[in-house]
């Protein structure tokens, strides 16, 4: 008996893992970013 | 080139080059991944699952290219001592390796309603899992070589030689599915030449671009927090001196 497998399920999921990757990528990136550059100019400033 | 041996000068290009990858980069991307998923017609053979290659294609290539760009980058360290080129090629190692990642995840659920396997051990698949763990070495080892450059070592060409040495994988990756037997097909894309239906081909060039440019300020953005970093190791250790 063949297995049914709804191939909409693995879209979902690839697309799912793939867009919210990409998207903590981002934002992880964009904050650690603003976080270095606030910390230099404390330094700075001090 | 040593123009932007500047901080300075290569911040202020930052500043803007950064936003302007980014934005079209994010709605080039997402506009192709809606695209495939939306308006592209299901495949003859594929079926459905030929919506997953608009993200797993770029993906795979951003993880090829980054270990590319770490290599050019420690050739231009190693033989210039450019002083943005060891910044470069470790801003490119993290989201080198998550795009790395995401190809491998993205793939193996392509294979599973496609291959009926969630892995094989062939040579391209093998070759692309050696990236990841030739990634996960180079960030290790470039944390450390920081550490050691903040003491006053020179460990960051020891970074430098294994980002140059890695690159032997990038062609391995490419020749696999030539040189031996393999569940995953031959390159549908060659220099000039494309086995791929229009319509499929469009959206995936367009997401390819738009991941390539978040690929580009996601690596500006990492520059530019490793150069702050740096700024104020150097700021705090001055200071400590007296």
């Not at chain 2, 795979?60 to 980058?73: K, R």
Request: glycine fraction near 10%; proline fraction near 5%.
């Amino acid at each position: 008996m063949h297995e049914q497998m709804n191939q909409w399920d693995f879209v979902v999921a690839a697309l799912g893992i793939g867009v919210v990757g990409t998207l903590v990528l981002v934002g992880w990136t964009l904050w650690a970013m603003v976080r270095a550059e606030r910390r230099r100019d404390r330094v700075r400033g001090k | 080139m040593h123009g932007f041996a500047n901080p300075a000068r290569f911040l202020r290009l930052a500043r803007w080059l950064m936003p302007l990858l980014l934005v079209p980069g994010l709605i080039l991307a997402f506009g192709a991944l809606a695209w495939g998923v939306l308006v592209v017609p299901p495949d003859r053979l594929m079926g459905d699952t030929v919506r997953i290659l608009f993200i797993h294609v770029p993906c795979v290539w951003l993880g090829m290219a980054g270990w590319s760009m770490i290599a050019i980058s420690s050739i231009v360290e190693l033989v210039w001592r450019h002083p943005l080129a060891n910044i470069a090629a470790r801003a490119a190692a993290v989201p080198g390796a998550v795009f790395t990642a995401l190809g491998l995840a993205t793939g193996s659920i392509w294979g599973r309603p496609t291959w009926g396997t969630w892995w094989v051990w062939d040579g391209r698949l093998t070759s692309f899992l050696i990236l990841l763990f030739l990634y996960l070495g180079y960030i290790a080892l470039a944390s450390a070589s920081q550490r050691d450059m903040a003491a006053g070592g020179g460990a960051s060409r020891v970074t430098a030689i294994f980002g140059l040495v890695g690159a032997i994988n990038i062609p391995i990756i490419n020749r696999s599915v030539v040189w031996w037997n393999s569940l995953h097909q031959p390159p549908s894309i060659t220099m000039g030449r494309s086995s791929i239906d229009g319509t499929f081909q469009w959206p995936l060039l367009i997401a390819a671009i738009g991941f390539s440019l978040i690929f580009g300020g996601v690596v500006l953005a990492r520059m530019r927090m490793l150069l702050a970093d740096i700024q104020a190791e150097a700021r705090l250790r001055r200071k400590a001196m007296g």
